[in-house]
């Protein structure tokens, strides 16, 4: 039953706890936390666990998602899991399963359920039927309706320290340094470091972020300039993710259908929108360092020239780490990375 769970960079707890699930487990399952963590890749593992134990021909068929009593609810499009999809949850979950004791329905992107789908849910996790088992993945227990979170068991799932990624990067034949880089670049989100372990701009990513306090200006258009470069700096470290994909697009031919087309863009804007999130906290620890460097602490950033340390004043550093931390809150809630960085570059500029 453990070699399910083999291969899971971190997340040693949650490992643990769900290997002890799987003696009596519960009907329904909320899997929170950050994005590119790792959540949807366990709560999978998980689902392959309960249909299958130990049998590794029926634990592949569950990963590749072709396993009969493994059902994937996925988003119409790249809008939300509507009421019709959760009205054809609750009528397969009357049905029997077809080859294990159970059916598991998994929700990787929960967080996307309307209101009216979770409505329609409720029911069938309140009063659950002895075959089916529930399991929904979100970013936080606020992107579903109470009534659903308070229906299921919620296991949290927390970022990874930088010593267990770079570890598990290492077990996967990535050298120290690139390791170490593609490490400290995602904060502490597996997924994003092994899908930047082979890309080869992830010091650039850093160097880019670090260098824009020196770059801000307070000309018309300076902010919208860096705000465009700062998007731009995303793609290099999207070639390996862009390139995994066309090779799953390529292997299902003339068989890719809409949804796994839009399941791809889906995953490809998590990833930039975990690389926007990156950098802004790789910026606030610039500013964390100024204040830091200026009352005798210790400096992350040891690489930044000490110079620049002394921009600024403890507190209008600590005043501008606060703002960037703000721009992070603004992206959470879908405003348009562009603008988002725009408006703190000018505030950022103004305060310099």
């Not at 390529?250 to 796994?260: H, P, Q, R």
Request: glycine letters at 8%.
């Amino acid at each position: 039953m453990v070699t399910v769970f083999g291969g899971i960079v971190g997340h040693v707890g949650v490992v643990g706890l769900l290997e002890r699930e799987l003696v009596q487990a519960a009907h329904s399952y909320l899997f929170v936390g950050p994005t590119n963590v790792g959540k949807a890749m366990i709560a999978r593992r998980f689902a392959a666990a309960l249909l299958c134990g130990d049998t590794p021909a029926c634990i592949g068929r569950v990963l590749a998602g072709s396993h009969p009593d493994l059902i994937l609810v996925e988003p119409e499009g790249r809008a939300s899991i509507t009421v019709e999809q959760a009205r054809s949850v609750v009528s397969q979950a009357t049905r029997s399963p077809l080859e294990s004791d159970r059916k598991v329905f998994l929700f990787e992107e929960g967080g996307l359920m309307n209101d009216e789908a979770a409505n329609a849910l409720l029911k069938t996790l309140e009063e659950p039927t002895p075959a089916s088992l529930f399991i929904i993945v979100a970013e936080a227990e606020d992107d579903l309706p109470s009534t659903i979170a308070s229906r299921c068991r919620t296991v949290v799932f927390g970022r990874v320290s930088d010593e267990e990624v770079v570890a598990g990067l290492a077990d996967l034949g990535v050298a120290g340094e690139q390791a170490a880089q593609a490490a400290r670049i995602a904060g502490g989100r597996p997924g994003l470091a092994l899908a930047l372990a082979t890309e080869p701009h992830v010091a650039d990513y850093r160097r880019f972020w670090l260098s824009l306090p020196m770059r801000l200006g307070d000309q018309p258009g300076d902010a919208f300039r860096l705000s465009d470069e700062a998007v731009t700096s995303t793609g290099p470290l999207l070639v390996a993710l862009e390139a995994r994909q066309k090779r799953e697009r390529d292997a299902l031919g003339d068989d890719v259908t809409k949804a796994f087309q839009e399941r791809q863009a889906r995953e490809l804007k998590r990833a930039a929108n975990a690389l926007h999130v990156t950098g802004l906290e790789i910026l606030a620890s610039y500013y964390r360092d100024v204040a830091a460097a200026q009352i005798g602490g210790s400096v992350r950033n040891t690489d930044v020239p000490v110079a620049s340390l002394s921009a600024l004043t403890p507190r209008r550093a600590v005043a501008c780490a606060e703002r960037v931390l703000s721009a992070i809150d603004a992206l959470a809630v879908n405003q348009r990375p562009q603008l988002a960085f725009a408006n703190l570059f000018a505030d950022l500029a103004a305060d310099a």
